[in-house]
């Protein structure tokens, strides 16, 4: 992912900072994503707004209207503009490898939806995989996916399994814990368990990414110049929630 000539049938949004500059093309299969950004960028909404959250080995975060002129000891990470988006995740054309353009969200447990932040984004820095480690995650995801379908079946008979409980109906309650699993694995088998595409195991293996947030983030852009700007702000000294000790601002610009 390094320098690209520029594609005039996308946008691309300039990221001034004073560790220097990072381009970024925006997608055009994220429209409600790339309208907005540009709306926010000539608004020039972002301008003196702080990445505020910063690990190394994961990802730049910015983008909270609260950073701007913030104090030094001051928490961020929870303003925006009062508006979320809905999700546009193009999964697996677009997944987190080193160096795409991300929307920020709140947690499924309060956004099951995986609406995204009105304005906080993040950019991937993450780390390189063996193909050997790729495999143990995909266990890992398949695992955690047959969790969360369970979960979910869980939550749809939340009533049902409230009135077991309530008349002490421990045979009713086994009976359709049973049901659950079953549904559960039948699930699994016609939706699949996570695998990697051979696009993803070329990135992951060669630049590096975030392959455990894949399918749960809308990713609407990439970096194609200033790469290695991004890795001098995940190298930076960080405090409290990750806030960089020394405040790094951006100014944000539509290249024509």
Do not use: W
Not at 90 to 98: G, I
Not at 200 to 221: C, I, M, N, R, W
């Amino acid at each position: 992912m390094g320098c690209t000539s520029v594609n005039k049938e996308h946008v691309y949004v300039l990221i001034e900072t004073e560790l220097g500059d990072i381009k970024v093309k925006l997608y055009n299969e994220t429209p409600l994503h790339r309208d907005n950004f540009v709306k926010l960028v000539k608004e020039g909404y972002y301008d003196g707004l702080l990445f505020h959250r910063v690990i190394k080995d994961f990802m730049i975060q910015g983008g909270d209207p609260d950073s701007k002129g913030a104090v030094a000891d001051r928490t961020l990470g929870s303003g925006g503009p009062g508006y979320t988006l809905p999700a546009e995740i193009v999964y697996p054309l677009y997944f987190h490898k080193k160096g795409v353009l991300a929307a920020a969200r709140q947690g499924d447990e309060v956004n099951p939806k995986k609406e995204s932040s009105g304005s906080q984004f993040y950019i991937v820095t993450g780390n390189v995989y063996s193909e050997g480690k790729l495999k143990s995650l995909e266990q890992q995801l398949t695992q955690m996916k047959e969790r969360n379908i369970f979960n979910r079946l869980v939550g749809e008979h939340r009533s049902e399994i409230m009135q077991l409980r309530k008349n002490r109906d421990q045979e009713g309650l086994m009976a359709l814990q049973d049901t659950l699993i079953a549904r559960t694995y039948e699930i699994l088998m016609e939706e699949g368990p996570v695998m990697f595409t051979p696009e993803q195991k070329t990135a992951y293996t060669s630049v590096g990414g975030a392959p455990h947030l894949d399918g749960e983030y809308t990713v609407f852009g990439e970096v194609v110049e200033g790469l290695d700007i991004v890795d001098k702000i995940q190298l930076v000294t960080t405090g409290k929630a990750d806030r960089p000790k020394k405040d790094i601002s951006m100014r944000m610009k539509i290249i024509e």
